[in-house]
């Protein structure tokens, strides 16, 4: 009968055994007649050591061995590669317990394996191996078979390593216009110029659309993009180069405030009574209620989740007296016929805003622009 070996690690001599009737087991798992390392050559006096038999003693009853693993992983995480040795054909599974299985692995698509670790395993036959993803490897389980098994090689498995993305800072760097700049990571580092996409969840289509993108220079990319005003969560994605499969960020919530204007009156005069009149405004802005009497003008917009208000207010008519404007946090006097006045006062989110014009004489007159900043 053949006796199978693993080639090669260190010297051990064989003496009284027929070079016909000795096969190696190369790394690859290809069958070499002893013979024919002879013609090329190679001493058969000498046989590697660690050889593990690939069957201690030739065992004649098959077994398999199975692999499975993960789709993929980011660069720098831990993966855990598992599998179950057994015997072949038998239902239910024969297990086999404290089989010794080689963890095997070679660059993707090179088929060159090489052991990587060993272990035994359970009771139950099963067995596991962690392994770091830094690139493209492909891996394979071998278990060299016993006196009793012969051995088995299972599947080949390939855990995509994908690159690690990193949110790193997002600010609004323009109330006004709604000027968004984020910031991120990309590890490893790609090649320079490489397109990193800005995504912004949409909850109700329940999907991520791309809002925006930029270039890495090395291991950084800066992207910059105008949007409305919103509490939303953003991320970031790229695509695969290999060795690296796609990577995406840890999603981060962001409150984008933007200005918007809550409403334009025309003038109006002090002398009108009234109770809640519902005020236009534009396409940003919500349902607005002005609520006025003789001697004052209030403003009660829906304000839920602003975080600044900024009135602009001015007097009408040359004739009219003096007025005063206040936003809480901050007053203003209007003069007669004078310049507009601009103010800008903090609120708390969550609350409803309340602005009073206060008029210093009956026959005042004001034109009055509230604009909210806002998140949506």
């Not at 389980?141 to 299972?154: L, N, Q």
């Not at 919103?230 to 690296?244: E, F, I, K, M, Q």
């Not at 006045?341 to 708390?348: F, R, S, T, W, Y």
């Not at 409803?352 to 900043?373: V, W």
Request: aromatic share 8%; glycine share 10%.
């Amino acid at each position: 009968m053949p006796i199978d070996l693993i080639w090669p690690a260190c010297v051990l001599d064989i003496v009284g055994v027929q070079m016909d009737s000795v096969r190696w087991l190369s790394p690859r798992g290809i069958m070499v007649p002893a013979v024919a390392l002879v013609a090329a050559g190679i001493a058969v006096i000498a046989i590697v050591l660690a050889p593990v038999a690939k069957g201690t003693a030739a065992g004649a009853v098959p077994s398999s061995v199975s692999l499975s693993a993960p789709a993929s992983g980011v660069y720098g995480s831990t993966v855990t590669l598992t599998g179950t040795v057994w015997r072949t054909g038998t239902s239910p599974l024969v297990k086999v317990p404290g089989a010794t299985v080689y963890l095997q692995r070679s660059v993707r698509g090179q088929n060159r394996f090489g052991n990587l670790a060993t272990t035994r395993t359970s009771s139950s036959g099963g067995y596991a191996f962690s392994v770091r993803q830094t690139s493209a490897y492909d891996y394979r389980a071998y278990y060299p078979g016993s006196s009793t098994y012969r051995a088995a090689v299972s599947p080949v498995r390939y855990p995509v390593t994908n690159r690690y993305l990193a949110l790193n800072s997002i600010t609004t760097t323009n109330a006004d216009t709604g000027a968004l700049r984020v910031t991120g990571s990309v590890i490893p580092a790609p090649t320079s110029g490489t397109v990193v996409y800005l995504q912004q969840h949409l909850p109700e289509y329940r999907t991520w659309a791309t809002v925006g993108s930029g270039r890495t220079a090395a291991d950084k990319v800066t992207i910059t993009t105008s949007r409305p005003g919103s509490v939303a969560s953003y991320r970031l994605v790229t695509g695969s180069l290999y060795p690296y499969g796609p990577g995406t960020s840890t999603s981060k919530s962001f409150a984008h405030y933007v200005w918007r204007s809550g409403f334009a009156k025309q003038p109006i005069s002090v002398y009108e009574t009234g109770s809640a009149t519902a005020m236009s405004n534009n396409s940003r802005g919500g349902l607005i209620t002005i609520l006025r009497d003789k001697n004052s003008l209030f403003v009660l917009p829906d304000a839920i989740g602003c975080r600044q208000a900024r009135s602009i207010t001015a007097q009408e008519s040359a004739s009219s007296g003096a007025a005063s404007i206040d936003l809480g946090s901050a007053t203003g006097t209007l003069a007669a016929g004078g310049a507009p006045v601009k103010l800008n006062a903090d609120i708390g989110p969550g609350f409803d805003i309340g602005y009073g014009i206060s008029a210093l004489a009956a026959s005042s007159q004001t034109n009055t622009t509230l604009e909210l900043l806002c998140p949506n």
